[in-house]
């Protein structure tokens, strides 16, 4: 099985992050990996057997069977995300999309007896992309939330929920949500952050008579890690494996508010709602990897195995 890389913005290596360097360029290039140099480029430990794992798959036939014709006739899945949100999806110094979702991508691909394309998108527009059925799916770490769900079906295989990053030594003292009031709050365009976080984080504060929340929404993470790291924004709220990442990474940059927890999701694989042979493939997939094991190895490799579900399920209440 392969995986081929489009489009990929050339930024976000570990060397880059280590020293404060995360924003993107505006230089795309086309970059193909046969999978064993992406892991190693995401770091020597974190990641670290994740794609190996991936690599390792072999076809299941109860999943395969489920695999819609016309895909298994092309044998490749288009895939989309937006490779600005590690640790789940970034790139590599050679422009590879890496992390965690690209490594269980390939290995619920693998399950199918498919192979994949991942292609780089703008997050605020992926969901259109996907309505559009110019993708056949998007990993990109979206929360299921009824609001898409109307507008796509979701597949979980993770937990996740909002943290609070903000720069090292905490200099505004941010320790709840109400510390956040006056001050300036980063999010990125699109998330379930910008969506109803800061909005609920407005909410808190008007409830407790304090000043409200200056949001600053911004295209793409990396925007919103450097407005939080030049002192533009006084925090951001993010996907909480996100945070843990960047705090671990750059504690000379970034600190995380511990006692900040909003609104714990599930969060999962996108198709459109006419897919629906491919949605309980999906499905069957990641219940194949958590049996044999697969799905908690490459969890563990990126250091997540605390986000780690049960069961996949197609369109979770919430």
Known sequence: MNMTFRNSCLAVTALALMTGATAC?????AASSGG???SQAAGPVLGAGGQEAAQAVEEDPAVSALVPQDLKDKGTMELVTDPTYAPIDFTD???NIVGLEPDMALAAAKKMGLDITINKGDFNGILAGI???????SWAAFSITPERQERVTMVSYMQGGTSVMVKKDNPE?????????GKTVAAQTGTTQALTVLPGFQ????????????????PQQD??????????AAAMAADGALIAYYS???PDVFAAVEDILVEPSLAGVVVNQKDKELADAFKAAIDSLIADGTYTEIMEAWSLGNTAVEASEINPAK
């Open 36 to 38: 064993e140099g992406a």
């Open 173 to 181: 003292s941010i320790a709840g949500v109400l510390d956040l009031c």
């Open 93 to 95: 110094d050679k422009g």
């Open 131 to 137: 309505e559009a059925e110019r993708y056949d799916a």
């Open 25 to 29: 360029t505006n230089t795309e290039s």
């Open 223 to 232: 925007n919103v890690n450097q407005a939080v790291a030049t002192g533009r």
């Open 248 to 250: 671990q990474l750059q």
């Open 203 to 218: 909410e808190e504060c008007k409830k407790a008579g304090k000043e409200e929340v200056t949001e600053l929404v911004l």
